[in-house]
């Protein structure tokens, strides 16, 4: 970290840890839509500490850690397969519902004809070459899937705290405000259509309850990131001052 500490503030540090877990976080989301789980996924998955993850939160959280705890709960030799059918009937648009498919693409939920090459990708595609994220061609999967609109938001976070670390509160701030941007427009504005399809779809309480952490979460993360623009605004002013 840079000597700037006639820059700092009394909750510097707390926003800063708050933004790595944040990005640990939404990666952590990322994983679970990218790819169905390796039986060394499921044996990783720390099944304790998403029972009391459920315990320690509130509503949409509180559920959907609870459902995939107790799911991960009574794994057995079958588990790795059921989530493997599961993903790829919902998640790879293996199986339809109401004549649709649940992936989790911006640009199917987004536009009304369900195409694939719209503005929505395209404003995706913009956002990330302007911080220099390139989904490798090797995913197969768009720039709009669900996984990489996640770790996006994640890339955000570390830059902002770097900002932190070099003292560059107005650039922290460009980019918190970027991210409720990023996350209202391009993940929110169409995410509970894709959850209510996946819904009918999906088999596994695993699955589903991920869809409730994955909308608690971006709700609680929007509250979040405002407390903490309206402290570093706030801040800011008061060092004009």
Known sequence: MSDCADKTYAGDDEVRDALVNRAAFFRMLAGYYFRPMSQEDIDGVDVAALLE??????GELSEGF?????????????????????????????????????????SVFADEDGRLNTSQRGEVYKAYKAHAFKVSADAAMPEDHLSFLLTF?????????????????????????????????????????????????????????????????????????????????????????
């Open 153 to 241: 938001l994640a890339i955000l976070s570390d830059e902002a705290r770097l900002a932190f670390d070099a003292c560059d509160k107005a650039r922290a701030i460009a980019l918190l405000d970027e991210s409720v941007r990023f996350s209202e427009e391009h993940i929110l504005s169409w995410f509970d259509s894709f959850a209510q399809l996946a819904n009918e779809i999906l088999q596994t309480r695993f699955y589903r309850g991920l869809l409730r952490v994955t909308r608690g979460y971006l709700e609680l993360d929007l509250q979040v990131v405002r407390d903490m623009l309206a402290e570093c605004k706030h801040e800011a002013d008061a060092a004009s001052v």
């Open 53 to 58: 993850a459920a315990a320690q939160s509130d």
């Open 66 to 106: 609870n459902d995939m705890g107790r799911f991960l709960r009574k794994c057995n030799t079958g588990t790795r397969e059921q989530l493997a059918t599961d993903y790829t009937s919902a998640f790879g648009g293996a199986v339809t519902c109401h004549d649709k498919v649940a992936v989790p693409y911006a």
